[in-house]
């Protein structure tokens, strides 16, 4: 993996090399830049691939184009074989070579032949066209900033920071976004001035003009699909295993994250299969309150001697969570309450390996989350309403919605539930139920005064969610799957991995979202993907020859730290002081008076407040280390 960046209109060698130290953590190997009168690229890297000869920017053969890549391309040896017989000549081994070459051939187009993760800036000066691309999912991060006949982009907003030339500003929407969210979804960032490059999208600049389009989104109807469950069985554990076998490739020391869950285990099992010595596996637990060990380490014991990895198990501390955590904010580059847990697993896969495979996104290809069962319970007792028109759902559910349970009857409460559920709205943005930190009315007590008058009435995030995901209350199912690759997934969970595991130059790899594999899934009706109650059913029923039951049976648990216990113990000086009235009207972001009477109910004993005060937390924290700091902060010490 490495840092990307660069410019288009006015480029400057002061500018690239600014942006491109603030992200040394990402690419810690080499750097290079590319530098014309028209644009300038610049690169950090985190070898993987081809270690001796994939120094970048790359160049074609007769260096009339310039390329900074950050990924993997996992099919980039057929495409290989395929340029090469065209009369395609290479340079390099690297992966991201052939990128150019598809480019001569297929324009911006070519995109749509990448199996991988990546995101990347190709630059043809004779045309003057400058191309990004970002992968399907958006596993790799991608940012620009556009200033009349200038455009900068990076990998991390603290590299544009760096630069000198973006406006620290926030954005209003942005941030009302987090609050509800967890992290900023795209097409928005956390600053005015910046925007995200959305999963699956590229971005064309020509003569000064940018276009944003969608090459891929979720499958929403599929030719062929499949009816037999032994067919079905085949694909979900077929298609992962060729996916596994394809995100191997390394010529840097390789592990895999092992929780003891599904997806986890099925990767090291998998994995397994395709290396002569024993797999690095790793796990994380923390220590608890009882200051005994808590965690999933008996199941991941279970498959880890199955397998016979050389498995590591780290003990995070109280202690050494909170000496980390200004790190820790510093690293998350843009706000967000939900990236703990990535940074801990990778600080101790980092001290065994430079490449991790993930088990994310298994959950969001296959129905996996209790939320999911539970909304398809609902669908299935309130067919009827899916007769009726999306939007008239939707204000249905906005005004049952502000009614609590409590106060009406339980027949009537299970309809509002019903309701709720079709819609999969909350007032203003588009979520499977139960995603939500604050709701809209606790959101907007919680701003301050002046960032509410600043949001106006759009809600880009909101809209292009929509847009990229359009509702089919026929099948809710397919609807449903949408909804958590392009939301949680791609919002929150991998714009964390990401962000983290670059923090301690790991690069993380997540099979489940093989393109490849994401299309052989959907041919498999939702059905088969949940079933009596089951997530993942037929992906569970497909692994039980690899997998004993109890481990494929049991109930998910996640990993949850104690952060409420940690607040009010050795983080509470922090709370107060990042927290406090006189900081908080400084910032202007959050309302003193509410933001206070939150953290009073938290340190009175009111446990359900503790995630408000921590989103909170987590946002005063990223400001501290990154907005006060100059952009680079203590994450760049520390790298």
């Avoid at 500003?169 to 928005?188: G, H, I, K, N, T």
């Avoid at 694909?235 to 394809?246: E, N, Q, Y």
């Amino acid at each position: 993996m490495c840092g990307i960046c660069g410019m288009v209109g006015r480029p400057e060698r002061a500018v690239l090399g600014r942006m491109a130290a603030a992200m040394t953590h990402r690419g810690p190997d080499d750097d290079g830049f590319h530098l014309d009168a028209a644009a300038g690229l610049g690169f950090r890297r985190l070898s993987i691939i081809d270690v001796a000869g994939g120094h970048q920017p790359l160049t074609n053969e007769d260096a009339t184009l310039h390329l900074v890549f950050n990924g993997e391309i996992y099919n980039h040896r057929e495409l290989r074989d395929g340029l090469e017989a065209r009369g395609h000549r290479f340079r390099t081994r690297s992966d991201g070579e052939v990128l150019l070459h598809l480019y001569e051939d297929e324009g911006p187009a070519f995109v749509e032949k990448l199996n991988g993760i990546f995101a990347c800036a190709l630059w043809n000066p004779a045309a003057g066209e400058l191309v990004l691309a970002r992968d399907h999912h958006g596993v790799k991060p991608l940012y620009y900033a556009e200033q009349g006949d200038r455009l900068l982009f990076a990998s991390e907003i603290k590299a544009l920071l760096a630069s000198g030339l973006v406006s620290r500003d926030l954005d209003p929407e942005a941030v009302s976004q987090y609050l509800v969210y967890q992290a900023v979804p795209s097409p928005l960032s956390i600053l005015r001035e910046v925007r995200q490059l959305p999963p699956g999208s590229v971005l064309v600049r020509r003569g000064g003009t940018s276009r944003v389009s969608r090459y891929w989104s979720p499958p929403r109807e599929v030719a062929a699909p499949v009816t037999s469950e032994a067919e079905a069985c085949e694909i979900a554990l077929g298609g992962l295993r060729a996916a596994v076998r394809r995100q191997m490739m390394s010529e840097r020391p390789l592990g895999v994250f092992l929780s003891g869950g599904v997806d986890s285990s099925a990767l090291v099992a998998l994995a397994a299969e395709c290396v002569t010595h024993p797999l690095k596996t790793f796990s994380v637990g923390f220590v608890g309150p009882d200051e005994h060990v808590l965690s999933e380490w008996p199941w991941a014991r279970i498959v880890a001697d199955r397998y016979g990895t050389d498995h590591q198990e780290f003990v995070l501390t109280e202690a050494m969570f909170r000496e980390r955590l200004p790190h820790a904010f510093a690293a998350m580059d843009q706000p967000t309450s939900d990236a703990l847990n990535s940074y801990w697993v990778s600080y101790a896969a980092a001290q065994h390996v430079t490449v991790a495979l993930s088990g994310t996104g298994g959950d969001e290809l296959l129905l996996g989350y209790g939320r999911d069962t539970h909304l398809l319970r609902r669908y299935a007792d309130g067919r009827a309403l899916g007769q009726l028109p999306p939007e008239y759902v939707r204000r249905v559910a906005a005004v049952v919605g502000r009614v609590g349970r409590d106060r009406v009857w339980r027949s009537v409460g299970g309809l509002m539930e019903t309701v709720q559920a079709y819609a999969l709205l909350d007032e203003e943005y588009l979520s499977p139920s139960g995603i939500a930190i604050y709701t809209p009315a606790e959101r907007d007590r919680v701003l301050s005064l002046a960032l509410r008058a600043a949001r106006g009435g759009g809600h880009a995030a909101v809209d292009y969610l929509r847009n990229d995901v359009e509702a089919d209350l026929a099948r809710p199912g397919d609807w449903l799957l949408r909804m958590e690759q392009r939301g949680y997934l791609s919002s929150v969970l991998l714009r964390d991995i990401d962000a983290m595991s670059m923090a301690h130059s790991l690069e993380v790899r997540v099979p489940f979202l093989d393109p490849d594999y994401g299309a052989a899934l959907a041919r498999i009706p939702w059905q088969m993907k949940s079933r009596d109650g089951v997530g993942k059913w037929v992906l569970k029923q497909a692994l039980r020859p690899l997998l004993p039951d109890e481990i494929l049976f049991r109930e998910k648990m996640g990993f949850g730290l104690p952060y409420a216990l940690w607040m009010r113990r050795s983080l509470a000086p922090m709370v107060r002081d990042l927290l406090s009235p006189a900081r908080l009207a400084r910032r202007g972001v959050f309302d003193p008076l509410a933001a206070g009477r939150l953290v009073d109910r938290f340190f009175a004993g009111d446990d359900g407040v503790w995630r408000l005060v921590w989103t909170l937390l987590a946002f005063e924290g990223w400001a501290t280390e990154v907005l006060d700091a100059g952009g680079a902060g203590q994450h760049a010490e520390a790298a």
